[in-house]
C-alpha cells in the first residue's frame, strides 16, 4: 500500500516535469518540487475532489465528464497557490490543458508500470 502511493507520487511527479517541459507559463523549480506539488495534489485529490465532484455532479454529467479536467485544474491552482514561487500556473487555461496532459500522462506512466510487457 505504501510503495503504491510513493509509486503514484513520483510518476504524479513526472508528469508534472513533463508538462513543464511542455509548457513556458507552466514553471517547476526541480524534481523536489515537483515531488512536494504531487503529495499537494494527492492530498487535495483525497479531501477537497470528492467534495467538488459531488456539487459539480450536474455539469459533470452533462459535459459527459469532461468538467472533471476543470475540477483537476483547480487542484493545480490551489497546489500552486500554496507552493508560492517554486510552482508556477500562468493562467486557469494552461491549467486546463496541464490538467488534461497530466492525466493523459498519468493514465500511460501507470499502464507502462503495471503491465510492462501488455
Known amino acids: 500500500m505504501l510503495l503504491r502511493a510513493v509509486l503514484s507520487i513520483i510518476l504524479n511527479a513526472v508528469a508534472l ?3 513543464a517541459q511542455l509548457f513556458s507559463s507552466f514553471h517547476l523549480e526541480g524534481f523536489g518540487t515537483a515531488v512536494l506539488a504531487s503529495i499537494i495534489i494527492g492530498i487535495l485529490n483525497l479531501i477537497v475532489r470528492p467534495i467538488l465532484v459531488v456539487l459539480t455532479l450536474p455539469v459533470t454529467v452533462v459535459t459527459l465528464g469532461l468538467f472533471l479536467f476543470v475540477i483537476n485544474a483547480v487542484s493545480l491552482m490551489v497546489a500552486q497557490a500554496i507552493m508560492d514561487e517554486s510552482f508556477i500556473i ?5 491549467a ?10 498519468n493514465l500511460l506512466l501507470n499502464k507502462l508500470i503495471r503491465d510492462p510487457m501488455t
Open 90 to 94: 500562468e493562467g486557469f487555461g494552461i
Open 96 to 105: 486546463v490543458i496541464a490538467a488534461v496532459i497530466i492525466s493523459v500522462l
Open 17 to 19: 516535469i513533463v508538462t
